[in-house]
């Protein structure tokens, strides 16, 4: 079989399409991710997005994670029973949500710290602090460039600071960034860290010139993720994909092939079409992503073949680089895009550690 | 709220992002799907992976159609309980889905056939049968274009008929096709549709000269199902989507605006970036395809107001296009790029009957 060396795990009892872990690589990476933070003096809080459970949530704690970044509630809720300091890395602003905020403040002990960048996001954490009993921390978020979220002027980042200093059950603990928009190496993205650097300098400033130094200063994303030391002020990193890597990472430059943790175990079920070869696992278990160059992904252990097309149930693999004939009910692992939406729709994993298998829950899945 | 017409339901209790359905326009889809094939003398058997709902299915099959057709032994499983007449429209390889299958044949009266391109897909239903103690039927399957599963050539076609047909447990029935590369109308899909015609006269016609003459020949999907009557031979059409349609299918000319039956509820997260609003209905509620137009769908109320970037958590709206600035809090309903995918991230869809909202679980949904 394709994707298993001699003496590998037997995945014949597993059905297809199932997104499977690589449990020493994973271990690895999270060391390798940690080292590397604990070097710079980093915190490393890593956003468990990539792989929504709490065991490998622990494997992260285990190599020396500060705590962890969640992007939703149900996240935070899940990721609550493993670690007690939790960075919500999303601004909470209908009452669903403040209600389920104050409720996780009310029943755990865990130190929660919420991104903000606007006036009603800063009331609804005042609001959960009220009804939760207990302070909760805030982060204001700074847009370095994404244009997604974050206040997109410095002025607008102190002015947000100062409310929150005054806001009655807010902590005032720092800034936070998300530069998604920074793709590795290359002179492109040295002269966006560049930017980063002076726009990083002017906030800090700004802040401590109205006495509110930020205690942290959050941001780290895997594709710039081996040059967080060079950007300053930065007290710790979030980066989440590293643990499995993907497509992307190789792309971006962050990852080689040996840190390739995740692929989606597929079964060849048609060859009736020259040159080409379709399998089980489609969108619904790689997801249609359009990043770390053409097509959906490529094989684990012949990186030469692509996935070319995808529909819900179909991943059609590209055989015109190799001379590779696939039969029809062979197995193949493929490395997906981008991991954090291929693990998103999974059932469960399928964890490998030597010869054992095991099926670890996704606990953190859904909403 | 936009969205939502004065004295239309209440959303304030449903927490965001969700999938909403409007019961009453997808029952007017499916009377104008089915009423379509009855005037054509054609059978309707909709592909349920749009909706994964044993409820929406139910209202499909008195709607008129014959029965069902499903892309997975999950669906086919969930839908056996509304249905004894199932298409299994994806070859069936491996031993786990064998033995599934033959369970499903042994444990109920429906009637089940199975689309092939191989002689190891004909083994496996001729093992399913002996198992499951019934015949299967079968439809060989051919290319017509698309280039995913299905035989490329006739005499291939030919061929694989004769074998099913002195293969024991298995019935011949015909013949499947899918034209997914046809898109609708305009010069290139006239052209198509033409080739289409040519293509299943010359390869009936050798079925006939052979004695195999099918019984069915299956076709129809939504970007051409109001010219299924245009292809020679067609005795039934799959057409699923059009049972809630989507930005894809009003790019394709086979659905008006007042034929949206789905949308996305989201709520406004951030509005710091000039020109732009943040939803929280991210590619883990919208999925993250490219089809339709650019970008990733777009309000319901609102059509020229865009999604035009997506992280998995992060709907990006456009407001160049308008002067409409929403607040924060605000909820907005958004029509996907590709609704089948959108469907299959929902926990559970909304259902809105006039004033009452309900839930309708997914059970179709997974693996």
Redesign the interface.
């Known amino acids: 079989m394709s994707g298993t060396a001699p003496g590998g795990p037997d995945f014949?009892?597993v059905?297809?399409?199932?997104g499977v872990v690589d449990l020493e690589r994973a271990r690895a990476n999270a060391r390798r991710v940690s080292d590397y933070a604990a070097s710079h003096g980093l915190a490393w809080r890593p956003h468990i997005?990539t792989h929504k459970s709490t065991r490998m949530a622990r494997l992260q704690l285990e190599a020396g994670a500060r705590g962890l970044t969640v992007?939703?509630l149900h996240e935070a809720e899940v990721m609550a029973t493993v670690t007690d300091d939790l960075l919500l890395a999303?601004?909470q602003?209908?009452?669903?949500?403040v209600a389920r905020l104050a409720e996780l403040l009310a029943e755990t002990k865990v130190d929660v710290r919420v991104a903000i960048?606007?006036v009603?996001?800063l009331d609804g954490l005042h609001e959960a602090a009220r009804r939760g009993g207990r302070d909760v921390g805030a982060l204001v978020?700074l847009?370095v460039g994404l244009?997604?979220?974050?206040?997109?002027d410095v002025d607008?980042v102190v002015e947000l600071a100062r409310r929150v200093a005054a806001t009655e059950g807010v902590r005032f603990d720092g800034l936070m960034f998300y530069a998604?928009h920074i793709r590795g190496g290359g002179a492109e993205a040295d002269a966006a860290m560049l930017v980063l650097a002076g726009r990083l300098e002017r906030v800090v400033s700004e802040l401590a010139a109205a006495g509110l130094e930020p205690e942290l200063v959050s941001g780290g994303t895997t594709p710039t993720v081996w040059r967080s030391h060079e950007l300053p002020h930065v007290t710790e990193i979030r980066s989440g994909t590293c643990i499995f890597n993907d497509r992307d990472q190789l792309a971006c430059g962050s990852a080689a092939p040996e840190h390739l943790a995740y692929s989606v175990l597929a079964?060849?079920?048609?060859?009736?079409?020259?040159g080409?070869a379709?399998v089980d696992a489609g969108?619904?278990a790689l997801?249609?992503?359009?990043r770390g160059g053409s097509g959906y992904g490529i094989l684990l252990d012949r990186p030469e073949v692509g996935v070319v097309?995808l529909?819900?149930?179909?991943g059609?693999l590209d055989l015109s680089g190799t001379d590779w004939r696939p039969a029809?009910?062979e197995r193949v692992r493929i490395v997906p895009n981008h991991v954090?939406?291929s693990v998103?729709l999974q059932?469960d994993l399928v964890v490998v550690d030597g010869d054992r298998i095991e099926r670890w829950p996704l606990e953190g899945r859904?909403?």
Chains 1, 2 share one sequence.
């Open positions: 014949s009892a059905d297809t399409p199932i997005k992007a939703t999303y601004p602003v209908s009452e669903p949500r960048d606007s009603v996001a978020e847009d244009r997604r979220v974050g206040l997109p607008g998604g079964t060849v079920v048609s060859t009736a079409l020259e080409r379709a969108s619904k997801a249609k992503e359009e097309a529909s819900e149930e179909h059609m029809i009910g954090c939406v998103n059932p859904g909403r």
